[in-house]
């Protein structure tokens, strides 16, 4: 007997929920894993995506690229919707500094997006004169999966898939998922040297805390998290309405959106649903001002945002990983192997030599980079906790401050990335103009004199 009521969402979310589960078992049993740091929701993203395309179940895996899109556009929203704490102000003494660390990560992005476009694209042209066509935009996902994580990589890809560049959306998650592998089993290692060396200032190598490894508290040490409830629960729940706002902003987003791309021309109004998430944190930070000029911004719990932002991040994880396609990969198996492995260990040349040349917490700046440069923000976080446990010195909130500097920077990168589709620009062209850009920002940091003597 069928269902009275449709279920088939909700039964996604119920499958993404329950690989997440077993991310958290897995992560809290295994101790390589627990070694290299692996996210509870990369875990099972790789245990749904061994589940998806092993037909146990009669699974579509692009249900979970829309999954994946949904997810990724929240995270954004509600980062939009955050607004800093009085705590998180720098004070005087570290402003300077934390200005110059925020933008010194930010310029290094700079370098690394365009560079991996160049690798993408050099390999795409040297595959072609053996016979082995691909699209010409084919080596841009790799800084999109790497640089921006699955959920820009997966945009894109959908959008691309418009413009007849097939499966592009399960290469980029493709891109993406190797980035994670780069991030933690080279940069924990990496890290955990830089420790041994003692070149952090609080790090020390095997003393992370049990519940930090396993991914979960004990009941004795079960962390009290500062919460305070904006809204009177007699009227509504704080975090209902914490998320009502996050539905009014994609709402509004949408409806934007859709208006916009219909005064394109066609081509172009396809590729600004890839948009989608930048649009969306424009118009959440514009209602939060609104908030504010209303003298209302109090209204937004921050813990709570905070969280809603974790929340997508994680489910945009598990999605991204469910939603891989092996039958595809295995048919650009090559490629995708070639382009990520040159493209990961020179990443790793960049930041290294960079990083070195910084006059204050080069680890923990190293460290927050190169996780943000092939994963996300998130991975990033993960490894300056290693590095720096408590959170003691301010890089953990030079990341946030790094998105002043680097918004416009990764804006004007995803908009460039576009050209193969937009002004039919050919591979070799796009990556000269990429190889350009890497050369400004190169030009850039010596301009704003943030590479100095080597430190180690």
Known sequence: MNPPFPFE????????????????LVRGKVKLVQKYLFPSSLIGGIVGLIIVNGKWFDIDPKIFEAFAFHFFNISFISIGLTPTTAEEQLNKAESKDSILGALWMALVQGVTFPIQAVIGGLFVILLGVFSYNLNDA???????????GPGEALSFGKVWETMGFQNAATVGISFATIGFLFAFFVGVPLVNWGIRKGLAKSGKDGELPQEFLKGFYSKDKEESIKMKSTMHPANV??????????????????????LF????????GKMVWGFF??????????????????????????????????????????????????????????????ISVTGGILTVFIILYYG????????ERIAAIFGTVTGTVSTGLLLLRIVDPEFKTPVAREIGYMNIFAVPVIGTLTFVINGTFWWHLSTLVMTLIF???????VILIELFKLRKKPQF
């Open 9 to 24: 969402v909700i039964l996604m979310f119920a499958f993404l929920s329950t690989m997440l589960l077993i991310g958290v």
């Open 138 to 148: 084919f080596g841009f996902l790799l800084p999109l999966g790497f640089n921006e």
């Open 237 to 258: 729940e704080s975090l209902a309405f914490q998320f009502a706002l996050v539905g009014l902003v994609y709402g509004v987003t949408y409806i934007f959106t859709i």
């Open 261 to 268: 791309a219909k005064v394109l021309p066609p081509d172009i």
């Open 277 to 338: 998430f930048l649009f969306g944190m424009v118009f959440a930070i514009l209602i939060r001002k609104v908030l504010s000029l209303f003298k209302v911004e109090h209204l937004l719990n921050v813990p709570l945002q905070r969280q809603i932002t974790g929340f997508a991040v994680d489910y945009l994880i598990v999605a991204t990983g469910s939603a891989i396609q092996i039958a595809v990969v295995s048919q650009f198996l090559l490629p995708i192997t070639l």
């Open 356 to 363: 070195k040349r910084l006059q204050s917490y080069n680890m």
């Open 435 to 441: 190889l350009g850009i890497a050369i400004l920002f």
